[in-house]
């Protein structure tokens, strides 16, 4: 059975810090991963995906994930966070066809 | 970019009544949508898919007689909680998926039901 896991539900950092926020994931075929950001009142948004190649992917708005087979995991970073970044941030995995499997989300608080 | 709506943003209802939430594609045809449920401060869970022209298909746990959905166009999907209980508050949020091999899914803003 797949799983998704991340592992902070609520990190706080000083705006212009740097952001690493963990997941980690368990599926017994070819991973595709994706970080998704909630803000209230909005959908979620695509923040970057992983499907194959190289295991560092750039996404929207400064963030950028590393995919790690060996560690099975699939963290989301940005060097220098904006206090416009608070909000919900959903790692997923795809299964089946076009299935998303969600992890439970880290609340970003961003303190100025 | 893809833009998918929902209406409506928020209800309130009373117990007993039924309530219905439409998802709309506005500027794709979507032949498959996804409806989930995120209880608060934990994640989205997926409820079901919805099939343009066909039946729709529920995961294990949830019961198709009370979610009902109708995936009556390529541009809507509408689910309906019927004989609506304070245990089916939560926010109730679609997706749809664009592009052949895209795998990316674009999510609706999320209806927030309340059952009184």
């Known amino acids: 059975a797949q799983s998704v896991t991340q592992p902070d539900i609520h990190i706080t950092v000083s705006e212009g810090a740097s952001l690493e926020l963990r997941c980690n994931y368990s599926?017994?075929?070819?991973?595709?991963l994706f970080w998704y950001v909630q803000s209230p009142g909005q959908g979620l948004q695509l923040l970057l995906k992983?499907?194959?190649?190289?295991?560092l992917v750039q996404g929207i708005k400064g963030f950028e994930a590393e995919f790690k087979r060996s560690q099975s995991s699939f963290n989301l970073r940005k060097p220098s966070v904006h206090w416009s970044d608070a909000a919900e941030y959903f790692c997923?995995?795809?299964?089946?066809?076009?299935?998303?499997?969600f992890g439970t989300g880290t609340r970003l608080t961003v303190i100025p | 970019g893809a833009v998918v709506s929902q209406h409506p943003s928020r209800v309130i209802c009373k117990s007993g009544t039924s309530v219905k939430i439409e998802c709309r594609s506005l500027?794709?045809?979507?032949?498959?949508m996804f409806w989930y449920r995120q209880f608060p401060k934990q994640s989205l869970m997926l409820m079901a898919t919805?099939?343009?022209?066909?039946?729709?298909?529920?995961e294990q746990g949830v019961e198709k007689d009370k979610f009902l959905i109708n995936h009556a166009s390529l541009t809507l999907s509408t689910l309906t909680v019927t004989s609506a209980h304070p245990e089916d508050s939560s926010f109730y949020i679609c997706?749809?998926?664009?592009?052949?091999?895209?795998?990316?899914?674009?999510f609706g803003p999320g209806t927030r039901l309340t059952v009184t």
């Open positions: 997923a995995l795809r299964t089946g066809a076009n299935n998303l499997f």
């Open positions: 919805s099939n343009e022209g066909s039946k729709a298909t529920y």
């Open positions: 500027d794709f045809q979507a032949t498959t």
């Open positions: 992983y499907f194959s190649g190289d295991t």
């Open positions: 599926y017994g075929a070819t991973p595709y």
């Open positions: 997706s749809a998926p664009r592009g052949g091999s895209s795998y990316e899914q674009y």
